[in-house]
């Protein structure tokens, strides 16, 4: 996937102290140089905590043989993990200042660690799983010219092989060549079949190994003091202008996670007395509640809540499952309980500190420091550490001796939502075995596949996270994971036509957008055609999703709508539930017919627009016997 940029690259490491640092040329500890550290973008390192470092050494054991994880991360040493693009979760493995390897979720195969160079060196002598041993001619090949290692220059390998296997490729001394990806199995290698054995990611040219000194996260505060003093300081005068500026009451909003948390002490340092807001969806692990509160008492603050309560499982039966290009829940449980939450305390506005950061996504990186949410127009947003990695709010934190949620130290990397669409499949499989919540969450994905007719790979994978599976998750899964045909349950084709939707910005995506759902499956060879009414319309090779502006309809009955601002996304979805129900209700009366001038619809039992023809003026639409006694469900 290629690099997404979303601020500089700030990491460096100092090889003295073996510790991670920021910014400086100099380490603040031991004023010895320090070296760029070169990781995949953003570049959002963070810290491994205990469970991170166990869980991957134990992957490694199982790869390469029982101990070999120990030498890919020796004990005590500080252990930073790099979150990479890739179709669910790959975080790089940051040890000594390298890259030592990946690890890597597949979606049909789960973990694998995928080695470096240097953890290859670190295990040739002991691995006793995932190893090729070449012969020399193969071996200088492989160094020399960056080739793969052919089945012909196998001398011996381990007998447990697999296609598809993360290998370590030795030469006779046992001196590491490569690593690379199996392309057969240890039988089809020892008896040289034709072809690639193993193709190589990487060769070890220059080997450096792993020594892995042990250091501790004090000692890289220490080592970061001036680059967290500078930060500190920057985000103390930005906190007190824009709160003289604004000359509203101070709030910030907590979630707790490390980014809020950060925000509010940053406020705390700058001088300032804010109140804590806090909005609980309903969905929020209970260690994040136990945190906001005692985060709150610990350093007595006035905590401000605002609940959502049962809304997310209230509309949920209508709605369907959220998903990442359905993001429903947003604004029944976060932005209609933020609105309250500041219309009920901050009749005349506030301002808010928020813990956003660039580094989180291409939409924040764009926004600026200062912005207003146009949903909620008292509500006046900062963020002081727009500019921070992950790694900077850690080591502020750790400088501060705050006691943040530990969720983090169960694996996960970011708190939220416990069953947040966004998440990939990798944390959710942590999620279950942490959420007292998941369980019924879990039932309900069950009932609404069987409701649904959904294949057994949407709940084994979590498909529902996507209302359109993108292609990359396709060609992942393979072609058994291809959606099947959706059909209309029997229950749902006799009831009556409605909609429900939630609209307004979205805190997830950042965007103006309206999700909806009509109550039952839709006929969309219909709704596709008069979608011409809005605009020209694309559809999907299954004839299941039609597109048409920044509109988007799926055939089981959710839309989506995007827009500009707040008038233009009204009129988009009045207009799309209009054309809807025309699709599915006419009455075939022919009225419209006559207000179009270009002669592009015609009466075939019900009414068809002919796309060549149409220039979607929209002239068509007007009084009609199919939506005239609607317009009080249109809930616009």
């Not at 016997?625 to 809930?635: G, H, I």
Request: charged share 25%; hydrophobic share 40%; with cysteine.
């Amino acid at each position: 996937m290629g690099a997404i940029i979303l601020g500089k690259m700030h990491l460096r490491w100092c090889d003295k102290c073996n510790v991670p640092v920021l910014e400086q040329s100099k380490c603040s500890s031991c004023r010895s140089e320090t070296r760029p550290v070169k990781i995949t973008p953003p570049g959002d390192a963070r810290p491994a905590f205990e469970s991170d470092v166990a869980r991957i050494r134990s992957l490694v054991d199982s790869q390469f043989g029982e101990g070999t994880g120990r030498l890919v991360i020796p004990e005590g040493a500080i252990v930073l993990l790099n979150k990479a693009p890739d179709i669910d979760r790959m975080d790089e493995v940051i040890v000594d200042g390298a890259v030592v390897g990946a690890v890597r979720f597949a979606l049909a195969s789960g973990e694998k660690f995928l080695p470096r160079p240097e953890a290859a060196e670190a295990i040739s002598d002991h691995a006793s799983k995932g190893w090729v041993l070449i012969d020399p001619i193969a071996a200088d090949a492989v160094r020399n010219k960056s080739a793969s290692t052919l089945a012909v220059g196998v001398l011996e390998c381990d007998p447990g092989i697999e296609a598809g296997d993360e290998l370590i490729v030795l030469d006779e001394p046992r001196n590491a060549v490569s690593v690379g990806v199996s392309k057969m199995s240890a039988s089809d290698m020892m008896q040289h079949k034709r072809g690639t054995a193993v193709k190589t990611r990487w060769t070890v040219k220059e080997p450096r190994g792993i020594e892995g000194r042990p250091a501790t996260w004090a000692q890289a505060t220490v080592a970061n003091k001036e680059t967290i003093d500078r930060r500190t300081r920057e985000a103390a005068d930005f906190i007190k202008k824009t709160v003289k500026d604004s000359g509203l009451p101070v709030a910030v909003s907590y979630s707790g996670g490390k980014d809020s948390l950060a925000t509010l002490l940053l406020v705390l340092d700058a001088g300032i007395t804010p109140d804590l807001m806090f909005v609980d969806t309903g969905l929020e692990f209970e260690e994040t509640r136990k945190n906001v509160q005692d985060t709150a008492s610990s350093l007595g603050l006035k905590l401000i809540v605002e609940s959502a309560g049962d809304a997310f499982w209230k509309n949920i039966g209508r709605f369907g499952p959220p998903a990442k290009d359905f993001r429903w829940c947003c604004k029944t449980c976060k932005l209609g309980p933020a609105t309250q939450l500041i219309q009920k305390n901050y009749p005349g506005g506030v301002l808010s500190f928020i813990g956003q950061r660039a580094y989180e996504s291409q939409q924040r990186a764009e926004k600026g420091r200062i912005w207003r949410n146009p949903w909620t127009p008292n509500q006046l947003a900062a963020s002081p550490i727009q500019k921070w990695s992950a790694l900077h709010v850690w080591l502020y934190l750790f400088s501060k001796g705050a006691r943040y949620n530990p969720l983090y130290e169960k694996g996960l990397e970011r708190i939220g939502c416990f069953m947040c669409p966004a998440t990939d499949l990798a944390e959710l499989r942590k999620v279950r075995e942490i959420s007292a919540d998941y369980a019924r969450w879990q039932e309900f994905l069950t009932q609404h596949a069987e409701k649904t007719h959904r294949p057994p790979h949407w709940l084994e994978y979590d498909l529902w996270r996507w209302k359109r599976l993108p292609k990359s998750v396709l060609d992942e899964l393979g072609p058994s994971a291809k959606t099947e045909t959706f059909e209309v349950p029997s229950d749902l084709a006799a009831e009556p036509l409605e909609f429900r939707s939630t609209s307004g910005y979205s805190p997830c995506v950042e965007g103006l957008s309206m999700e909806g759902i009509f109550s039952r499956a839709l006929p969309m060879d219909r709704v596709a055609n008069l979608l011409n009414i809005i605009g020209p319309v694309t559809t999907s090779p299954d004839g299941n999703i039609a597109e048409v502006r920044s509109i988007t309809v799926f055939g089981e009955g959710p839309v989506m709508v995007k827009a500009k601002d707040e008038e233009a996304l009204r009129q988009k979805s009045a207009m799309l539930k209009e054309v809807v129900f025309r699709a599915v209700e006419c009455a075939g009366c022919g009225i419209c017919i006559g207000r179009c001038e270009r002669g592009s619809l015609r009466l075939e039992g019900t009414i068809v627009i002919d796309p060549e023809k149409c220039d979607h003026c929209g002239r068509c639409l007007g009084p009609c016997p199919a939506v005239k006694f609607r317009a009080d469900d249109l809930d616009i």
